[in-house]
């Protein structure tokens, strides 16, 4: 099952916070979160394993509720290098938890930073 | 060396013909996984092979057929290449156990254009 993302872009100046959310329909196993530049393959940024997990680096960081069946991805003070569209992906759990491996990935939010 | 590595890069072809994709993964890992990214950027899984155990996602054409001579390796074969089938191929890996995040490691794409 496909997650959503939303928006489905967005467009910043420079210094500008930008927040980009991901649900799910059915229980997740984990929550990935990529970016892609133009051109180039999907770039990992960070996966969020536990329900109430946050995580980050830099300005960019993540939350997850596991009982909401949703992410978000948080940039904060957003460069001009943040531009590109970010994928979160999404695991279902086994019936005994772990993870099936699959990552299915939402549509993609197109992030823009001008300066 | 670059991790995960796929040739050809780029592959124009004409309707009807069969073509190959290699992939490589010089990380040890467990799993390959390959996606077919559209003209409107959604990253689909299509295979995912793990010690000689395939997951097909059922809505892939049979025309696809993934080949693992070794761990290392998951090739693409596609026969009787179809308009649609024209996108960006990325092959991707992932480990397993406590030494590994999850993350998906990229190849850079093999853009398949179909005439």
């Known amino acids: 099952q496909q997650p959503v993302q939303s928006p489905q872009a967005v467009i910043l100046r420079e210094g500008e916070d930008a927040v980009i959310n991901c649900s799910s329909s059915k229980a997740l196993y984990s929550v990935h979160w990529y970016r892609q530049k133009h051109g180039e393959a999907p770039i990992f940024l960070m996966i969020?394993?536990?329900?109430?997990e946050q995580k980050g680096h830099d300005k960019i960081s993540a939350s997850f509720n596991e009982k909401k069946q949703q992410s978000s991805l948080y940039l904060t003070a957003s460069q001009l290098s943040y531009s590109g569209t970010y994928f979160c992906g999404t695991e279902p759990p086994f019936l005994h938890g772990g993870s099936q491996g699959n990552l299915i990935f939402g549509k993609g939010t197109k992030l823009s930073v001008k300066p | 060396d670059t991790a995960v590595s796929q040739t050809p890069k780029y592959l124009v072809t004409q309707m009807g013909n069969d073509k190959s994709i290699k992939c490589e993964q010089n990380l040890g890992h467990d799993t390959m996984y390959w996606y077919k990214q559209d003209s409107k950027k959604f990253l689909k899984i299509m295979f995912s092979y793990n010690n000689k155990e395939l997951i097909i996602n059922e809505t892939v054409p049979n025309r696809f057929s993934p080949k693992s001579p070794d761990k290392a390796h998951l090739n693409l074969h596609i026969n009787s290449l179809e308009l649609g089938d024209s996108a960006v191929y990325f092959c991707?890996?992932?480990?397993?156990?406590?030494?590994?995040?999850?993350?998906?490691?990229f190849g850079e794409g093999s853009r398949l254009t179909v005439l």
């Open positions: 969020l394993l536990k329900g109430g």
């Open positions: 991707a890996s992932k480990g397993r156990g406590r030494a590994n995040t999850g993350e998906l490691f």
